[in-house]
Structure formats: structure tokens, C-alpha cells
């Protein structure tokens, strides 16, 4: 059977063309759940922290290798990272 096709609002697919973690899980409906991980997670929530700090315009700016390092164990932390809190999202 067919499944009917509807266009997104044109204004919330704009809104997904971000790299802003905390808008992303906003839009996502994961803004309570990503508060309540931070809270209860104090190592979580630092690593929140620390990959927020990256953006689209700051992947422009030449970081030390320390600082890189940091940014990269704090997204991808198997036990306290941002990028696999995301993957139990999806």
C-alpha cells in the first residue's frame, strides 16, 4: 500500500540544518531527557559541555591537539559520551 507523502513545515527543516546540540535535541523532543542525563550523570554532563563548545563556525579555528583530543573523547566516551546517549534515541 501506498503511504501518503506530506512536505515538512518548511521552517522546521530549516531549524534542522544546525549543528547546535542543544536545538537539535530540542527539535528531536530529547530536551527533558538530555536535561535529566546531565543531572543525573555528572561525567555526561561535562562531556555535554565540552562538545557544545564545537560549532560550524569554529571548525574554523585552529585548536591544540589537547583541545581536539577532548572534544573527540567527550562526542565518542563508549561509557559517557554525546554520541552514544544520541544512538539510544534512534
Known amino acids: 500500500s501506498l503511504v501518503p507523502y506530506c512536505l515538512p513545515d518548511k521552517s522546521v527543516v530549516s531549524k534542522l540544518y544546525t549543528h547546535d546540540l542543544d536545538e537539535l535535541t530540542r527539535l528531536a523532543g530529547l530536551k527533558e531527557e538530555s536535561n535529566e542525563a546531565k543531572r543525573s550523570n555528572a561525567s555526561f ?33 563508549q561509557k559517557d559520551g554525546v554520541l552514544p546517549w544520541i544512538k539510544t534515541h534512534w
Not at 563548545?53 to 591537539?65: D, L, P
Open 45 to 77: 554532563g561535562a562531556n555535554w559541555a565540552i562538545a557544545t563548545q564545537w560549532s560550524e563556525q569554529s571548525r574554523y579555528r585552529t585548536w591544540s591537539e589537547s583541545k581536539a583530543r577532548e572534544i573527540v573523547t567527550a562526542i565518542s566516551d
